[in-house]
């Protein structure tokens, strides 16, 4: 069966300081993945898709990057994090064509 | 653009009470319509999908919601709620791009249930 990691599950980061937050898949192969940041009372915002290695889709211009080096692996990051980078990020994945995604257990970034 | 409404921020009912989520989108073409659901501590997960056909849905634990093209709703129901559904549920519309399908989410309706 397939499964999702993301790490760290909590993270607390000085203002200015660089982020790099890592989402890997395992049991499925070349799966588009996804990078979403939750707001409380905001829903789920999504930040980046890719539907392959070395293809990154931006949704909305930010302070956060993405790259996949990897087949399953998806990192997000900045280099220099503002306090309102702080949030719940969720990475997911889908496969193919199947038109649902499947959660990580998410990152708490509280940056101060 | 496309975008997803949840009309109930926060929803307390008691034990074996019904319940009726509401979920209304905007989208002018085909969709694929979702409820998650995110326990406290645990992943977001999937409770059920449209796609086509029958547009009343199951989904887990009880679970079902109905597509009612003409209003453009996906209302979230369950005929009696236990202290376990506490929880916070999404509305989600799929708007599929090139490759791959970019998911629209509600703002989410907390759930909280009295024993």
């Known amino acids: 069966s397939q499964t999702i990691h993301q790490w760290p599950a909590t993270l607390v980061q000085p203002v200015g300081s660089p982020l790099s937050l890592e989402c890997t898949v395992e049991?499925?192969?070349?799966?588009?993945l996804y990078w979403y940041r939750q707001a409380a009372g905001r829903g789920l915002q999504l930040l980046f898709y890719s539907v392959g290695i070395g293809q990154i889709s931006s949704e909305v211009p930010q302070n956060l990057s993405a790259s996949r080096p990897q087949d399953r692996q998806f990192i997000l990051s900045s280099k220099k994090l503002l306090l309102s980078d702080s949030g719940f990020y969720l990475c997911a994945w889908e496969q193919g064509a199947a038109d649902t995604q499947y959660f990580g257990p998410g990152t708490r970034l509280t940056v101060l | 653009a496309q975008s997803v409404s949840q009309h109930n921020h926060h929803v307390i009912l008691s034990e074996a009470a019904s319940l009726e989520l509401g979920c209304n989108y905007s989208?002018?073409?085909?969709?694929?319509l979702f409820w998650y659901v995110q326990y406290p501590g645990q992943h977001l997960q999937l409770l059920l999908k449209?796609?086509?056909?029958?547009?009343l849905v199951k989904g887990i634990k009880g679970f079902e919601a109905e597509f009612i093209k003409s209003k453009f709703s996906f209302n979230l129901r369950k005929p009696s709620v236990q202290w376990s559904d506490t929880a916070e549920y999404f509305c989600a519309v799929n708007a599929r791009d090139s490759s791959a399908s970019k998911i629209i989410f509600g703002s989410g309706t907390r759930l909280s249930i009295r024993p």
């Open positions: 449209y796609f086509s056909g029958d547009p």
């Open positions: 989208y002018g073409g085909t969709v694929n």
């Open positions: 049991g499925t192969s070349n799966p588009n």
